[in-house]
């Protein structure tokens, strides 16, 4: 077993640090993926096409209801949508023509330390950890509420980790701390416990201001327009954009920081049960999202997301890592790319309970479409479990290892000469094996994906070793984790003023729990 | 939960057996895939022709070593090869002559009940079980050698699994029959206890032929030149083949009965540690296999097989799921498309000893390289365990159920007006669900996959269940399943002529355990 974790405050730990990594097989970390391969296809044009008419027919004739943000209307008006009382119908090609010709392909999200900043878009992907659950999960005490402890715990975790590029949102949700005040801590730990881009607070328009300024103050004082923070905007699905979601994503497009836009649709329910319909739904609810934040501020950072989950129809249930959904996110990613916007979707999804064989074919089949499709910015990439209710300690780290893999397989084929090994096939003769061959020594050290989760070893030695599983053995590397985590430097006055920014703001928030 | 189990020597139970399948939410049963998309491809034509040139160069300047079976000297010598001893050196093209030239782009295998008949080659995918494993792995009893009644469980349970297109060979060694009889118990047991293709020996010449006999007598006595068995044959890597695999080869070759010529490599110790050496060798081995194919009989049907796995530099034992096999897998599948013959390679792998998320993850990761590379022929697709050396019944439940869902998305997204589903997203409301529509309604019984192993209850439901696991529901619907058993018709006379045979064939052989 090798152990990732990176030395706090530096990414490659120097000419010491990079010589153990090799030692242990470790790849040098990267701060996001740069994929080799282009993005794999399942449509043709004419398909992709007629999907686009029908989103831009569902935008013409059925329009987006806009609930409880009258402020929207006139902005849709001026840029020549059609208003009828909270309906918002868009000429055919107008959201397109708004999100195509101004928001960026790419925009660089900047961290506090700026060897993790991160670029979103184009041939790059970010992960960032699971979002949004109000449970956690560990193998010692099973599923229970999510506190502040497990919020700042997940923090540390993805820091360390060299395969997360992000340090995410709402990882878990502290339900030991009003909701009113929730975001306030979040953000801190963000900043105090990690040195990665993270996410804000959607939750309210005053809470997305919050976190703009708490990110002012963490990033010195002037953010000097740089994209700080990229932020979950969430569709009501199907068709409706509500107040709280398009108040957030306004504060955050006029500070220039990213948003997400996102429907999040199960299908059969908020959706048709047809991935085509779906996909075609995802497009015209993405786009009137889209052209919001071009509204309000023209080039804006903005990411097309998607979130689409099948049902079990007989129980009405969300399902994980089934085709479907596979099929949904390889036809948006081509979408999104026709856009010229980066896409988010993907992750490592289970709705199993446990970090279990259902929990990891699941999120496998998740995962490899979000690299195959070409995703650029990846939520939920470790710890989701239970259909995002919770997030499993164990399942994070085994995620984490997960996406160690995809660092080595987005590289692609090696055809160098040295990557051929002609020289070693013409010298080594027939039958005898290469270990010790000079091209093996040569190559030894990074030749293959050293796995920190897997047992490889021989059933006897397994056995001996007490005949552990994988979540077995990932108890025991989350525990070391955070026994070993070292919290990057932050400079004392901008702790502190960070600090009593917030004892302000807790002082002028009433206490809300729901 | 749903059941899978197909009625007994039919393919799709008739129409109240169709109507039940999509009441249950199954599609009906395909003999083996088509698959809608085009292949992943990594590499581009320059990158794979320096693949292909390199491996001209071993097998110019280094040759293959032929062990144990001088037959083949004179043979390579009259197709244009040089001998030294015995070593075979071949001019530059040559064996891609041999093969492009004479070597089926695809093959019907017959199967004695005609509705499972597999087409391999092509868009085509055919998934088989598990392949040579020692030893067995159940909840119950934990990991034991193999027996003869494990092998017909595992042909049971493939015959009745919709998602295994094929019986398969050695699904299990039967350690408690002397190996130089064990090949008559196996094939017998494809041909009694499944009417799916299956595999022949190849553990020695006499046993292929005993294997042609036996498939001659279950397909009524006369093959008509039909090929009827697909048979494994693995190189000695790097760069020998031997006598055993080539006498079985040369017998299945003159019976126009299929061979998949097989490097079976674990990269670092019997190939270079790099992946693109590894894909090297694969292609000069495996072309070296073939053309002696076509050199026996021109035409006969073969299958570019290739099974590498990489190696943990620290211990020395093979690991599976890996980023480095998948990378060989996408490159090696591009290699035989452009050789104009059907590719085997994937399959479920792990390292795991336990169905545990180590083994699923690792597992999904071979089958959608396998899926996506546009692989014909899947050996080891259910049960696969411990790099090999054990089949869990859990496991290949679990991935029986993988297998399923491969079955919905290899048809892709269907773009028609009712998947397009505009009508629907016209006529429902924005903020409204689509449950009730017509158009759910009318979709409802085939929109989504349905897995048979999956939980996606509430918590709350799956902890009154029991709180299982995977592996824990996976362990009752094996035993289900063989309960519910029912064996496909098998003319008795046939039966009795094959009971014949093989008492015959017992008598003059001596009991070998080793």
């Known amino acids: 077993m090798t152990e990732h974790s990176t030395p706090a405050g530096r990414r490659s730990g120097g000419r010491a640090g990079r010589a153990a990594m090799r030692a242990q097989g470790v790849v040098e970390r990267v701060p996001y993926l740069t994929r080799t391969m282009k993005p794999f296809e399942i449509l043709s044009e004419e398909a992709l096409s007629a999907i686009e008419y029908a989103a831009d027919s569902v935008l013409e004739e059925v329009g987006i209801e806009v609930r409880d943000y009258p402020e929207a209307l006139p902005m849709f008006a001026r840029a020549g949508a059609i208003i009828d009382g909270t309906r918002v119908r868009?000429?055919?090609g107008m959201c397109r023509e708004l999100v195509s010709g101004n928001a960026p392909s790419q925009y660089?999200?900047?961290?506090?330390?700026?060897?993790?900043?991160?670029?979103?878009?184009?041939?790059?992907t970010v992960f960032a950890p699971n979002y949004g659950s109000p449970f956690v999960h560990d193998l010692d005490q099973g599923r229970r509420y999510a506190t502040l402890a497990d919020f700042q715990n997940f923090v540390k975790?993805?820091?360390?980790?060299?395969?997360?590029?992000?340090?995410?949102g709402t990882v878990c949700e502290p339900v030991d701390v009003p909701v009113s005040k929730r975001h306030l801590d979040m953000v801190y730990a963000h900043l105090k416990f990690g040195d990665k881009p993270f996410m804000g607070s959607v939750t309210a328009g005053s809470r997305a201001a919050d976190s703009v300024e708490l990110a002012r103050i963490g990033f010195g004082g002037d953010l000097q327009d740089r994209t700080v923070m990229t932020s979950l905007i969430n569709a009501s699905s199907p068709l409706v954009w509500d107040g709280t979601m398009l108040a957030a994503a306004q504060v955050y497009a006029e500070n220039n920081q990213a948003c997400i836009i996102t429907p999040f649709i199960l299908a059969g329910a908020m959706a048709p049960s047809t991935s085509a319909g779906v996909a075609v739904?995802?497009?015209?609810?993405?786009?009137?999202?889209?052209?919001f934040t071009q509204i309000v501020r023209p080039g804006a950072p903005v990411v097309f997301g998607s979130f689409a989950s099948s049902m079990s129809m007989q129980t009405g249930a969300p399902t994980?890592?089934?085709?479907?959904?596979a099929l949904v996110l390889y036809t948006v990613a081509a979408l999104a790319r026709r856009l010229g916007v980066p896409f988010r979707s993907g992750g490592s999804l289970t709705a199993s309970k446990l970090p279990d064989a259902q929990a990891a074919y699941e999120s496998a089949n998740t995962l490899q479409p979000t690299v195959l499709g070409g995703v650029n910015f990846v939520l939920h990439a470790a710890g989701w479990l239970e259909g995002g209710l919770a997030i499993g300690y164990e399942k994070f780290i085994l995620d984490c290892d997960q996406l160690g893999m995809m660092h080595?397989?987005?590289?692609?084929?090696?055809?160098?000469e040295n990557g051929l090994a002609l020289d070693a096939l013409r010298t080594n003769p027939p039958g005898n094996h290469f270990l010790g061959t000079s091209h093996t020594l040569a190559n030894?050290?990074?030749?293959?994906?050293?796995?920190?989760?897997?047992?490889?070893s021989s059933y006897e030695q397994w056995s001996e070793e007490g005949s552990l599983d994988a979540s077995q053995r990932a108890n025991a590397l989350w525990k070391r984790r955070l026994a070993e985590y070292e919290a990057p430097p932050l400079d004392d006055a901008i702790d502190q003023e960070l600090v009593e920014f917030i004892t302000r703001r807790k002082a002028e928030l009433p206490d809300e729990f729901a």
Chains 1, 2 share one sequence.
């Open 320 to 325: 994980f890592g089934t085709p479907e959904p």
């Open 108 to 124: 660089t999200q900047h961290a506090r330390n700026p060897q993790n900043s991160v670029v979103i878009g184009a041939d790059h």
């Open 157 to 168: 975790l993805a820091n360390q980790s060299p395969w997360l590029h992000h340090s995410g």
């Open 90 to 92: 868009f000429p055919r």
């Open 444 to 456: 030894f050290e990074t030749a293959f994906y050293r796995s920190d989760t897997s047992d490889n």
């Open 281 to 291: 739904q995802t497009l015209a609810e993405a786009l009137a999202g889209m052209a």
């Open 408 to 416: 080595t397989f987005v590289r692609g084929l090696d055809t160098s």
